[in-house]
């Protein structure tokens, strides 16, 4: 079993004399465009490392056990420290350290990441349909030895489970983004009727939000707004793909 960090949690505060770095400064989270930027971002901090190095550095400076892959963080980057007179690091690669934990930069970005209806007929930047699941990917491939806040054991477990769950529908309503942003995208098309196929092998692989979500097709038509000519299709190719024998029935025991 891999070595737990010690909990930043309340801990992670610093004197006016610390130089710190805003993830936030330069952009919006409410912005669908920057939330795109500021999920790659944060993908690409997971991956290269740079919170575990600075969580490193902060549990050498508070005096917490390091776990063997923080002191081999410290140990190179007191190799490579810019000052070797200066004990305290306060850069790594010419940038201070976040001002936020890993944690608290999910908690403000992944809210937006949801929206209350999704409007096939609307671009979305691909971070609405695939920004969620990108970011598990890295949490379950770069975030072992990352503090976690009192309680959990999973880096994913930091988002509520309901949005979660939400999310990750969203993610399938991804496969039936474009109907109706041009006259050919239609299920009235034979030839697009690999969305459904591909939302209900979403659905399957997902199952579990399914039943957490409850979801009906009644649910399920007050967060997918299709073209009107779609909806009545879309209706009948789930009711027939699925044997459901009215709006009300569960999807989770059909799936």
Not at 88 to 117: M, S
Not at 119 to 136: E, F, M, N
Not at 227 to 235: G, N, S, T, V, W
Not at 238 to 243: D, K, Q, S, V, Y
Request: with cysteine; net charge negative.
């Amino acid at each position: 079993m891999a070595e737990k960090s010690a909990c930043l949690e309340g801990r992670w505060s610093f004197g006016p004399d610390v130089p710190t770095t805003d993830f936030f400064e330069h952009r919006d989270v409410r912005d669908e465009s920057d939330r795109e930027w500021l999920v790659d971002d944060l993908i690409y901090a997971l991956e290269r490392g740079d919170f575990l190095r600075w969580e490193a550095v902060v549990c050498q400076e508070l005096g917490l056990p390091l776990t063997e892959r923080q002191r081999r963080a410290v140990g190179e980057l007191l190799n490579f420290n810019d000052d070797p007179e200066e004990d305290r690091i306060l850069y790594i690669d010419g940038i201070a350290r976040p001002a936020q934990l890993w944690y608290q930069v999910v908690w403000t970005i992944v809210p937006h990441l949801l929206v209350d209806r999704f409007k096939t007929s609307r671009p979305h930047y691909a971070v609405t349909t695939d920004g969620w699941k990108d970011l598990v990917a890295a949490l379950e491939g770069h975030s072992d030895g990352l503090s976690l806040p009192e309680g959990l054991d999973r880096p994913v477990e930091v988002v509520p489970a309901e949005l979660r769950h939400r999310l990750w529908l969203q993610a399938c309503l991804g496969f039936l983004e474009g109907l109706g942003q041009e006259e050919e995208l239609t299920l009235r098309d034979p030839g697009q009727h690999w969305r459904i196929d591909e939302f209900l092998d979403g659905l399957r692989a997902h199952k579990e939000s399914v039943e957490a979500l409850d979801l009906t097709l009644e649910r399920l038509m007050n967060v997918l707004v299709l073209p009107p000519q779609d909806e009545p299709i879309f209706l009948r190719m789930m009711t027939e793909a699925l044997g459901l024998d009215s709006m009300q029935d569960r999807l989770a025991g059909r799936l």
